[in-house]
């Protein structure tokens, strides 16, 4: 039971941490990409930029617009950060350092990721805004459809390691990571493209950036709620750099260096080629969007699939 | 017919993705040049030898021939002269920050060089009574030389 | 649903403004815009939020003294502006200029050019998503093209360098090898926009076959410029009607193919790299002497009128200049290519997505202070 509670605070501490440390790396990221140098100012090249934010954040006013739908405009931005942190309970940090080692851990994930797309709904609805509901409705058809190709290509490494739980996963590439046979290769793309889409960055971030005209489905949102959909954005976006290094690139095996530096490292790269695509790529259009998950992703994942069970049965 | 389709369709995906892989290449590349900008009040941009800031003038060397007042196209400079033993000696010189647009003509049509542009370029003020210059006054612009680089 | 059901439904247009402040550097334009759901039936641009009235101005400001306004026109190639007004004066006046003032304008014309459109081809790739990277590139490329300028006239964006008669400032000392670096420099520069943006399967996906502006109704619009050639028009002033020394130049023309946003943008890309060649070129038989000119003279030309046109990077930029024997012109009207460009757009956008009007609105390149003047 202490445990359980050491662990629990343990990974709320670091979930805290990285989603600052991210958004500073996000800023420095983009500013080298682009020739100059980021956020210089507060403490040594910015560090201590994500602080200056929150505190920003915290001192704004707190606008509710007049004719929204109360209840679900306040629940939406819980739902935003609540179900990336659940999700975290089941990433495998290190050998041991798993907080709960469910046996269907993977699909746990996945069905706690999907109520994300409640929330972006709910935000859209409750603001009470013709712009912020097509927004909403737009990311969670984007949403929905993406998650078909992302699941598919997650069932290719389940059939391979034989097991839903997530430790079993990454014991099963102790040999060699999972990305070196040439399906999970083609799996693995998939799932980078379907999860840049699930978590709305580019190049699929209609919802944020360009929604008929104004912000999106948050555009309603000031101070702190604004704050809770950002957190929730960086929060989701290291739990899926965290789960295509434990299905794909081997977890936390690796030689010398203790398991976790492995598991961290492996996962900031990862994150590092999702801002290295984010600042690089135009973004696509709606329709095209759609259209790319469903005739292009979609029988990709499937033809994968089938290849994958004919390899294992041979 | 639908293998055709598939083959297209692959080929296309191939071309598609190797179009993105080398934007990738591009800004990748540029992650490792060393960045251009420069952090504004430590470090300032020294300004060219010709560049045109403010108007400045050497009250010594005008001889009071008004071409600069008939040049200038926004009529910012006023300029009044008294007679004093027989010669004409400046008495008022007064010139409006806010309507120069800094083209630089007075500084061209003057024939001995007695009005130019000086280099401060940070010239904001917090007055509106502090962007009329009376270019006689020798300390007319102390307060931004101590800010802006000569 | 029976039919009783049906009835009830009915869809409407509905108005949206697009307003005048707009999150892209194309100025204050403001476009109603009629839709159904998602496709466009309908689009008005409202134009005249810049408008200064420049052009009455000019009739209480002498030849020269109207200038530092030209300038002030398409602000982002002054030089350009600069050199087609101080033109027509000249031919009112019947005055000729010396060679080397001939090439340096040529130089300062073609540098200028290469700036202007890598502030189109910046904001085209913003507007369509690559959020700042290639912004941030051309900008980063413009500013040494601004650079020199800052040597050579004394200023970064309205330059007032041309003079009737010659030009300002004679060219510094030391300012060809920073020009030839430049030059070396732009080249591989243009080679990568190529890797990032222009084969790139999602930029394509936006641009390809979006805004198709088929070659009569660009002629009957009187669009000009890149715009025109990206329709297939083979149309260029400094080759059709040369002026300055460009007949002496070995450029090409680039000429697109559909008419569609991606022809307007690799026309402008190619032009850059003509651009090139041109001032290479003028920079290698510069003769001596000297181009610069007294002011302080107040011109008073003869009775007449006259109408010259130069190739400004948005278009054909003309001056219609009515003397009538004083100091100040009668008249001076401006033909802006962006007002003629801005005129087709209601044309392009039917039927297409809200998301595609800010594809083509970056692909014309307009610009609001030429429109407005």
Known sequence: MLMMLIAGIAVLAFISASAMFLIWWERKVSAHIQSRFGPMRVGWHGVLQPIADAVKLLLKEDIRPAEADKLVWWLAPFFAVVPPVMAFAAIPFGKSLIPKDLNVGILYIMAISSV?????????????????????????????????????????????????????????????????????????????????????????????????????????????????????????????????????????????????????????????????????????????????????????????????????LK | ????????????????????????????????????????????????????????????????????????????????????????????????????????????????????????YEISVYDRDKTHINLLNPGKYIEWLNTSIK | MNTSQTKDICTEEFLINMGPQHPSTHGVLSLELKLDGEMIRDCTAHIGYLHRSMEKLAENRTYTQFIPYTDRLDYVASMNNNMGYVMAVEKLLNLEISDRAKYIRVIAAELNRIASHLIAIGTFAQDLGAFATPLFYCFRERE?????????????????????????????????????????????????????????????????????????????????????????????????????????????????????????????????????????????????????????????????????????PRGELGFFIISDGSAYPYRLKIRSPSFSNLAVLPELVKGLKIADIVCILGSLDILMGETDR
């Not at chain 3, 943006?197 to 009187?222: C, E, M, Q, V, W």
């Open chain 1, 116 to 312: 994300c797309v409640i929330g972006i709904f709910m935000a859209g609805w409750g603001s009470n805004n013709k712009y912020s509901l097509l927004g909403g409705m737009r990311s969670a058809a984007q949403i929905v459809s993406y998650e078909i190709p992302m699941i598919l290509s997650m069932i290719t490494v389940v059939m391979h390691a034989n097991s839903l739980s997530m430790q079993k996963i990454v014991e099963a590439q102790s040999r060699h990571w999972n990305i070196l046979h040439p399906n999970m290769l083609l799996a693995a793309l998939v799932y980078t493209i379907a999860a840049t889409a699930e978590v709305n960055r580019a190049p699929f971030d209609i919802p944020e950036a360009e929604s008929e005209l104004v912000a999106g489905f948050h555009t309603e949102y000031s101070g702190m709620k604004f704050a809770m959909f950002f957190i929730g954005e960086y929060t989701n976006l290291f739990i899926i750099a965290a789960i295509s290094t434990t299905l794909f690139f081997g977890g936390w095996h690796g030689p010398f260096l203790p398991p976790v530096v492995w598991f961290l490292s492996k996962t900031y790269l990862c994150i590092f080629i999702w801002m290295w695509v984010r600042w690089t790529f135009p973004r696509a259009r709606v329709d095209q969007l759609m259209a790319f998950a469903w005739k292009v992703l979609t029988p990709i994942a499937f033809v994968n699939l089938a290849i994958t069970g004919w390899l294992l």
């Open chain 2, 1 to 120: 017919m639908v293998i055709i389709k598939i083959i297209k369709l692959s080929k296309d995906l191939v071309i598609g993705a190797w179009s993105l892989i080398k934007g990738l290449v591009i800004t990748l590349k540029n992650c490792f040049i060393p960045a251009i900008t420069l952090q504004y009040p430590a470090q300032k941009q020294p300004m060219t030898g010709r560049f045109r800031g403010l108007v400045d003038l050497h009250p010594e060397k005008c001889i009071i021939c008004y071409q600069c007042v008939k040049i200038c196209p926004v009529a910012c400079l006023a300029i009044a002269h008294k007679q004093e033993n027989n010669k004409k000696v400046i008495s008022e010189f007064k010139y409006n920050m806010e309507l120069c647009c800094f083209c630089g003509m007075c500084q061209q049509v003057c024939p001995t060089s007695a009005i130019y542009m000086n280099k401060i």
């Open chain 3, 144 to 312: 040494k093209i601004i650079d020199i300028f800052d040597q050579i006239c004394g200023n970064r964006l309205t330059y007032n360098y041309m003079r009737i008669g010659g030009v300002q400032f004679d060219l510094p000392k030391g300012i060809d090898e920073k020009i030839k670096k430049f030059i070396k420099y732009m080249r591989s520069k243009v080679d990568d926009y190529d890797w990032l943006l222009t084969y790139n399967t999602i930029f394509l996906a936006r641009s390809k076959h979006i805004g198709l502006l088929p070659k009569d109704l660009a002629i009957n619009y009187s669009v000009s410029g890149p715009n025109l050639r990206a329709s297939g028009v083979k149309w260029d002033l400094r080759k059709d009607e040369p002026y300055l020394v460009y007949e002496k130049l070995e450029f090409d023309i680039p000429v697109g193919e559909n008419g569609d946003s991606w022809d307007r943008y690799k026309v402008r890309l190619e032009e850059i790299r003509q651009s090139l060649k041109i001032v290479e070129q003028a920079l290698g038989a510069l003769p001596e002497g000297d181009p610069t000119v007294k002011i302080g003279r107040i011109h008073k030309p003869s009775p007449s009128e006259i109408y010259l046109r130069t190739e400004n």
